[in-house]
């Protein structure tokens, strides 16, 4: 049978084009149907408070790094989205003065705009959030040598190769509304996938690369980060790929009710508790990853019941 066209973008793959039981089940989980999701290989943590859920997060940082030796550097990869845990993990470096001589941080994903990464100082620019929000903040005499960096853009095959050289202890990531880590989006409906999207091993063998963005990202992105303004949002970007991710020992991602809605929170969280991958929803490929953790604020988690406002 046919998959359906999408409700939103009809010349892509996205949620909208699953069974319709799958996603009417997702809308029916509760919050405590969620904490019952876990299974081995899944865990669903739940936070009662933004302060306990940065901290969490922080922390994944710290504790990523205190592994790191000079026989077998290690690092963590994070986000930018959310950003509000990079000041606590500048703090806490800071204050329990640990050394990162030994340690690496990879960016998720990066601008491109006319087929290049965004400069640095672009005001949209993500190595400039993680500079400006966290690795400016630490003390020089702790902070980690700059080649220990890896932002993607520049030189995406550099950027891959290194996640064979150092120990990836943890990839964090937000979730987008179109359900995706880092910027792994659906693709479009087009050539070889006009009727089916990819299968999630074709998917999962996909690098870190330039990818063209589905138009709920641009506009997600345009909301979020300049004020609705949708030409001042790039419509491709340099991501991370599942080939890196699943080089990490553990992915780790973070609900905080803002960057995705109650009824994406659900749906990813039941895909990967049950096995269902399906590339039109990237996040549920994480179903085949040894190692993954949902973070949620509880008080994001919302309803996904008809409310007037």
């Known amino acids: 049978m046919a998959r359906p066209l999408s409700i939103v973008a009809p010349g892509w793959w996205d949620y909208t084009t699953l069974d319709r039981k799958i996603l009417d089940d997702a809308a029916k989980l509760t919050p405590k149907d969620l904490e019952q999701l876990s299974r081995p290989g899944f865990k669903v943590v739940m936070y009662d408070t933004l302060e306990d859920f940065y901290l969490a997060e922080a922390l994944e940082y710290v504790t990523a790094w205190k592994q790191a030796t000079p026989a077998r550097p290690a690092g963590i990869c994070g986000p930018i989205g959310p950003t509000e845990q990079l000041p606590l993990v ?22 491109v705009m006319n087929g290049k990464s965004v400069p640095p100082d ?56 179109v359900k995706h880590w880092a910027f792994n989006d659906p693709l479009k409906r087009e050539g ?44 491709q970007a340099a991501s991370v790929g599942p080939v890196e991710t699943w080089k990490a020992e553990k992915v780790s991602i973070w609900h905080a009710g803002k960057h995705d809605n109650p009824f994406g929170q659900r749906l990813t969280a039941m895909m990967i508790s049950k096995k269902l991958p399906d590339s039109a929803v990237p996040m549920s490929l994480l179903a085949d990853h040894s190692d993954v953790q949902f973070n949620y604020y509880r008080h994001g988690l919302g309803t996904c019941e008809a409310e007037m406002h």
């Open 90 to 111: 500048a703090r806490l470096v800071n204050e329990l003065d640990i050394s990162l001589k030994n340690a690496h941080f990879w960016g998720m994903d990066e601008w």
């Open 122 to 177: 672009h005001p949209l620019s993500f190595q400039k959030a993680d500079m400006e929000l966290c690795f400016n903040r630490i003390r020089k005499d702790l902070l980690m040598p700059p080649e220990n960096l890896h932002f993607p853009g520049a030189d995406n095959n550099k950027y891959s190769a290194s996640y064979d050289a150092v120990r990836c202890v943890v990839m964090q990531g937000g979730q987008g509304e």
């Open 192 to 235: 070889e996938y006009k009727d089916n999207p990819p299968s999630p091993a074709e998917y999962r063998a996909l690098p870190t690369r330039i990818v063209d963005l589905h138009p709920m990202t641009i506009i997600q992105n345009a909301r979020t980060s300049g004020g609705g303004v949708v030409t001042s949002v790039p419509a």
